[in-house]
């Protein structure tokens, strides 16, 4: 199935991705016949929280949680910004661990935090390639008295680094502090069990996984006791005030539910075409070119996303990103959430990799293929002005 408009090649499935098909399927009715409000109590309206309310008991299954822990949101930006805010504001937080490399939906909610005084940030160290040092964190969490609040993301947006969500948890009940992991990359990639990770937080969005937009999903452990976000009707069980995006909840759970179910297939899928542009990109530009993060490690890092660090180029200045974009090849610099804005990579520049080479980050999904792979590496060449074998 081809997803391209006018042979264009979408290599920023980090950003977002294609609506499948199926999931709009499942997704029609309730924008044609099932348009009932879902807070009223006639027949109409029944119909439609009926439906909310089997697709929360869909995620929950899948994440192996109670329908009662599943809330769904706007999206992945709303649900980090609830788990933080309303953890501070329920829990007596005054202390927040976080990293220099997460998504700016929790950078910026913590940064205000912490400006409004309310609390204190400690940031974790990281080596060079992303990862998390995780004997400092728990020196950091040793040496605050009171209750912590530790937020991480399980993979990482712009270089593909994966931390091990499983011991941050144990770290956290040690010191018995909250654990909020960003996991809108890797949620429909990767297996998250809630029984076996100890979490308080996971997120969930759902175009990142192949289907809507505007709507995501905060997972929230039944024992942590937070007050809304939204206020304003007792929809989500009192948690978020609004009338419920019904098409939008029930294309996530769909979309879920499929992302699952062919993880290891797309996976499989995926880090083919990632291995080839790799040996083809280092064939080309050999030790000119290097791979930032754990992007390009096969075996740990998040396998949707490859982050290029290209060589310098007078011709080019930083104008690769513009190159590629008339050769009809979709991509990114960093992350697309600060699009727009010309101040590069927070992440890159935490990782000191930003400095005058231009670094392009491709993601893949299921929809791209061998021969879209080729033509990207050929358009390269010929920016570059490389002769190919």
Request: proline fraction near 3%; charged fraction near 20%.
């Amino acid at each position: 199935m081809n997803h391209h408009t006018d042979d264009y090649i979408y290599l920023d499935n980090a950003a977002t991705t294609a609506l499948s098909p199926e999931v709009l399927d499942e997704m029609m009715p309730f924008f044609t016949t099932h348009y009932g409000n879902p807070s009223s109590t006639h027949a109409q309206g029944r119909v439609v929280r009926t439906a909310i309310e089997r697709a929360r008991k869909k995620v929950a299954e899948l994440l192996n949680t109670s329908p009662a822990e599943i809330f769904f949101t706007s999206g992945g930006t709303e649900s980090d910004n609830t788990a933080l805010r309303c953890s501070v504001e329920s829990n007596d937080i005054k202390h927040l661990i976080t990293s220099k490399l997460e998504h700016h939906a929790v950078l910026h909610t913590a940064e205000e935090l912490e400006k409004k005084g309310k609390i204190k940030i400690s940031y974790v160290n990281t080596d060079a390639k992303g990862n998390i040092d995780y004997v400092h964190l728990d020196q950091l969490l040793l040496n605050h008295k009171g209750k912590s609040l530790v937020s991480l993301m399980h993979g990482n947006n712009e270089v593909g680094t994966i931390t091990d969500i499983a011991t941050v948890g144990e770290l956290c009940e040690q010191h018995q502090a909250l654990f909020h992991s960003d996991t809108v990359q890797t949620m429909g990639y990767y297996a998250l069990d809630t029984q076996a990770i100890p979490v308080h937080f996971l997120v969930g969005s759902s175009h990142k996984f192949h289907g809507p937009k505007g709507v995501g999903f905060l997972y929230l452990r039944h024992s942590t006791q937070i007050k809304p976000f939204q206020t304003g009707g007792a929809q989500e069980r009192n948690m978020r005030g609004g009338t419920e995006n019904a098409a939008g909840i029930v294309g996530l759970a769909k979309a879920l539910e499929l992302a699952l179910s062919e993880r290891e297939a797309v996976k499989n899928h995926i880090l083919t075409l990632k291995k080839h542009f790799i040996e083809k990109l280092t064939a080309i530009f050999g030790s000119e070119i290097s791979f930032n993060g754990e992007s390009a490690n096969l075996e740990q890092g998040l396998p949707k996303v490859l982050n290029v660090r290209f060589p310098a180029s007078k011709e080019l200045g930083d104008m690769l990103l513009f190159n590629l974009d008339i050769a009809k090849i979709a991509c990114s610099s960093g992350s697309a959430c600060s699009s727009g804005s010309n101040v590069g990579s927070h992440v890159l520049r935490a990782l000191n990799c930003a400095g005058g080479q231009p670094n392009i980050r491709f993601s893949f999904s299921k929809y791209n293929t061998l021969s879209e792979i080729d033509f990207v590496v050929e358009k390269l060449a010929e920016i570059y002005e490389i002769k190919m074998a």
